[in-house]
């Protein structure tokens, strides 16, 4: 049974740039949410998905969007990177629109310079 | 905005001494979640408190719910490095988003 998977591991942009991350959820699982977790922090929602359509978004700028495919693999995007960007962001996935029992993929390291 | 406040930011023990991290919130929650998130790891998920005064147990690991469904605690028994890591409470406010806290640190000395 695969767990939430997420790619790339590691990224180092530059400011200014644009970049997506991808998720694939725990198997059985419909719906994906999205943190930013800076070091040292706990994980800051982002946004949720589920039916492909985004439910709920935490208090990040228009910068960052995102996308859920039929497949319930979702996509974070963020442009116009700035510095303060560089974060570990973090997959969760979850069955149903709801918050119980999340289950965190590995996070995909961004470097903003 | 929900505000979920955790103390101690820090603790460090000796092996084998006991170990507990508060969580605050502002406002009723409708469940909180507890995470543990080892060095250069992600969050696991723990455990979940829906009830107003529950307590639930895990081996050595001992989490409470408050009556008001306003604060909650962990508490670890007889230490082992394996506890190492950062412990999150993370609180549900209705109809709302999970809400993390900025986490517990623990580090245990053999």
């Known amino acids: 049974d695969a767990g939430v998977t997420q790619s790339p591991t590691h990224l180092i942009k530059t400011r200014g740039q644009q970049v997506t991350l991808r998720c694939s959820p725990k198997?059985?699982?419909?719906?994906v949410s999205w943190y930013q977790q800076a070091l040292g922090q706990g994980p800051q929602f982002i946004f949720q998905?589920?039916?492909?359509?985004?439910?709920q978004r935490g208090n990040f700028p228009d910068r960052f969007s995102g996308h859920q495919f039929p497949n319930y693999s979702s996509e974070l995007n963020v442009n116009a990177l700035l510095l303060g960007d560089s974060a570990l962001y973090l997959c969760?996935?979850?069955?149903?629109?709801?918050?119980?029992?999340?289950?965190f993929g590995p996070g995909t390291r961004l470097t903003v310079t | 905005g929900q505000q979920v406040m955790q103390i101690p930011q820090y603790q460090h023990v000796q092996e084998g001494e006991d170990f507990t991290t508060y969580c605050n919130s502002s406002?009723?929650?409708?469940?909180i979640q507890w995470y543990k998130q080892r060095p250069g790891g992600h969050p696991v998920f723990l455990i979940q408190?829906?009830?107003?005064?529950e307590v639930k147990k895990q081996k050595r690991l001992t989490f409470q719910f408050g009556e008001a469904k306003k604060n909650s605690s962990l508490h670890i028994t007889a230490t082992q490095t394996t506890d190492v890591g950062t412990y999150f409470c993370?609180?549900?406010?209705?109809?709302?988003?999970?809400?993390f806290g900025e986490g517990t640190q623990l580090t245990v000395n053999p």
């Open positions: 406002t009723t929650l409708s469940n």
């Open positions: 998905y589920y039916e492909e359509e985004e439910r």
């Open positions: 993370a609180g549900l406010l209705r109809g709302s988003r999970l809400t």
């Open positions: 408190l829906v009830k107003s005064g």
């Open positions: 969760a996935s979850s069955l149903g629109q709801r918050y119980y029992e999340q289950y």
């Open positions: 198997s059985g699982h419909d719906t």
